[in-house]
């Protein structure tokens, strides 16, 4: 009998049995969305949970950064990684401002602060770092090159949920942070996503776009677009959250026990301090692209699926075409990201590790 396939990921979700108390409500209430008070109240517990001052719940995280682009009225060069999802590029695109990509550093695959100083024109309006498999940017250096060139600052913290940094929320970090709640991270409303700011006058002006651009009394006041998170899927964020911190402790183990399975393989891991860190992802850099192939084949033949996040990147896409950048080539091209989910099994993962050590 062929095996069960093992998926790059799998989403963690709490008890079934939540979940329908709560659509029990919606059923009997018949509101589904446009600011409902499941939505109301998730905000409220993510901002808790986080301990930030406000939280903007989205449809997704691409609309998170359209918005947060749209809310600061940027114009211009927005500089960015090539090591990330498309959807940190193409917003900037969808926001009629033009992507500018610089080189990440080796170690932890962020954006390189350096290569931002030097990409700095008089067309650059803000930088927009990505916390890449959830490890932090360089948030200090990053906020001071921003403040000493008047740029904005907007980070894609699509895959940072949780993390902390300097013992304080990652969110709190840039004008805006952007986050995902889709189905692949870990944590999900489904599909969704939220903006974070200490600014109460950027946070009411997302609640204004995501919305049509209504104000309270439903007079249009902005060009807004429809970006509003469903009852639905704020339901299933409030039954989600309450396994949040059990989700991130199983994830550190299994992250561990893949690292000691892979100690005798020629494999390097992302560079991060421990206390910084949410497990989402399982990146394993080998060192060529060579060994790379041909592990994911040896993997694909057992019917596991191991994902190229992210490959290729950006900056070499059609539409994005830009100059070599080095090191962000050497790293996409080696990158395999392992399966990693909650209900994944150790013997799983040690199977995972005997296959990868015979490569
Ligand atoms: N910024 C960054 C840095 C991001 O990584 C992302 C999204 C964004 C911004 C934008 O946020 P959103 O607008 O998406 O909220 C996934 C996700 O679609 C995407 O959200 C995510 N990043 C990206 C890294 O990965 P794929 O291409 O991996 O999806 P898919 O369908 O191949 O799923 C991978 C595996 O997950 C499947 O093999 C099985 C499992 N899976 C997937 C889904 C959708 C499930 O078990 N259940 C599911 O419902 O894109």
Redesign the pocket.
């Known amino acids: 009998m062929e095996k069960e396939p093992v998926?790059?990921?799998?989403?963690s979700l709490g008890p079934l049995e939540d979940f329908v108390g709560y659509l029990e409500q919606i059923w009997s209430t018949g509101v589904m969305t446009h600011n409902g008070p499941l939505m109301q109240q998730l905000e409220k517990q993510l901002s808790a949970y986080l301990d930030v001052s406000d939280t903007v719940c989205l449809a997704?995280?691409?609309?998170a950064?359209q918005l947060a682009i749209r809310a600061l009225d940027l114009q211009g060069e927005v500089i960015t990684t090539p090591f990330?999802?498309i959807?940190?590029a193409s917003s900037i695109v969808w926001e009629r401002c033009t992507p500018v990509f610089v080189d990440i550093e080796p170690g932890n695959w962020n954006i390189d602060p350096l290569k931002i100083e030097q990409a700095i024109t008089a067309r650059t309006c803000a930088i927009l770092p990505?916390h890449?498999f959830s490890a932090p940017c360089d948030v200090k250096t990053i906020s001071e090159i921003a403040r000493h060139h008047d740029l904005k600052v907007i980070y894609?913290a699509?895959?940072a949920m949780c993390v902390k940094v300097n013992g304080q929320s990652i969110m709190r970090y840039g004008d805006i942070s952007c986050t995902?709640?889709?189905?692949?991270?870990i944590y999900n409303t489904c599909?969704?996503?939220a903006c974070f700011s200490d600014d109460p006058a950027l946070n009411a002006r997302i609640r204004r776009l995501r919305f049509f651009g209504f104000d309270e009394e439903k007079n249009v006041v902005d060009a807004g677009i429809n970006a509003k998170m469903t009852e639905i899927s704020a339901a299933l964020g409030l039954v989600n959250l309450k396994g949040l911190d059990q989700v991130q402790m199983n994830r550190r183990r299994m992250y561990q026990l893949y690292q000691s399975g892979l100690v005798s393989c020629a494999v390097t891991f992302q560079q991060f301090n421990a206390t910084e860190y949410n497990y989402s992802y399982m990146p394993v850099l080998f060192e060529s692209e060579e060994q790379l192939l041909r592990v994911e084949k040896a993997l694909q033949a057992e019917n596991i699926?191991p994902?190229r996040?992210?490959y290729p990147p950006v900056h070499t896409m059609a539409g994005f075409q830009s100059g070599s950048l080095p090191v962000a080539e050497s790293v996409s091209s080696r990158i395999l990201c392992l399966p990693l989910y909650d209900s994944l099994q150790d013997e799983e993962i040690a199977g995972i590790c005997r296959i990868v050590s015979s490569v």
């Open positions: 998926y790059v990921t799998k989403p997704n995280g691409t609309s950064m990330t999802f959807a940190s990505v890449v894609d699509a895959h995902s709640f889709h189905a692949t991270k599909e969704g996503g699926f994902r996040y992210f």
